[in-house]
């Protein structure tokens, strides 16, 4: 059975502190690993990885993909307050391009 | 990145009743699908919609409840029928091309 798992679950550090998510994935037939972040409603887009040992940044993010040892890792240098949320990644399938999902890294930043 | 809008945003309905809820994507993707997501859990796939065609369910969601409409590449609706409280949920719309898959902002869903 696909499934994708997230530790830790929950995680809650000082500003300034940088944050290491992690993500384990066993899925037949990937595609892609995409990391969103999510506030309220809906999950934002932050990266889609593809390839292993490239990695993809987005000013205090990053991320990096490996494909033999199924995992990735998005970090947060120098968090903020806004970086608290629910950090969601998901598998993409080939087939269909349907995501497996993870249950989340609830990360609160405290001021 | 592909902009995706969703109306209504948010609903109070009754029992019994029906609502729609309608998706449009700024550029055509190649896949759509809709989503639930209740309170505390991560996202439920609930369909793949098709354009012109039948929607493609998971398990656990049927037609007769989630009627599911793609007329063109891009714009959808997801009607959830005869509701019961146990349909309170957000309901998101997704779109899928080269790869990517992003979402539009929610729908919100309370059924007294």
């Known amino acids: 059975e696909d499934k994708v798992v997230q530790s830790p679950l929950s995680l809650v550090v000082h500003e300034g502190d940088t944050v290491t998510l992690n993500c384990s994935y066993e899925?037949?037939?990937?595609?892609?690993l995409l990391w969103y972040k999510q506030e309220k409603k809906a999950p934002t887009f932050l990266f889609m990885l593809t390839s292993s040992g490239i990695e993809k940044k987005s000013g205090r993010l990053s991320s990096i993909l490996d494909k033999k040892e199924l995992f990735s890792i998005l970090n947060i240098t120098a968090t903020q307050t806004g970086d608290s949320a629910i950090y969601l990644c998901?598998?993409?399938?080939?087939?269909?391009?349907?995501?497996?999902w993870g249950a989340g890294t609830k990360l609160i930043i405290k001021p | 990145s592909a902009v995706i809008s969703q109306k209504p945003s948010r609903d109070i309905c009754q029992r019994g009743t029906s609502l729609t809820i309608q998706c449009q994507v700024d550029s055509q993707v190649t896949m759509m699908f809709w989503y639930r997501q209740q309170p505390g859990q991560s996202l439920t796939l609930i369909a793949t919609a098709n354009q012109g065609s039948e929607a493609t369910y998971e398990s656990g969601f049927v037609i007769d409840k989630f009627p599911i409409s793609r007329p063109n590449l891009t714009f959808s609706t997801l009607t959830v029928s005869n509701m019961s409280p146990e349909d309170s949920s957000i309901y998101l719309c997704s779109g899928s091309g080269q790869g990517a898959q992003y979402f539009g902002p929610g729908t919100r869903l309370t059924v007294l």
């Open positions: 899925v037949t037939n990937f595609r892609s």
């Open positions: 998901a598998a993409q399938l080939d087939s269909n391009y349907q995501l497996i």
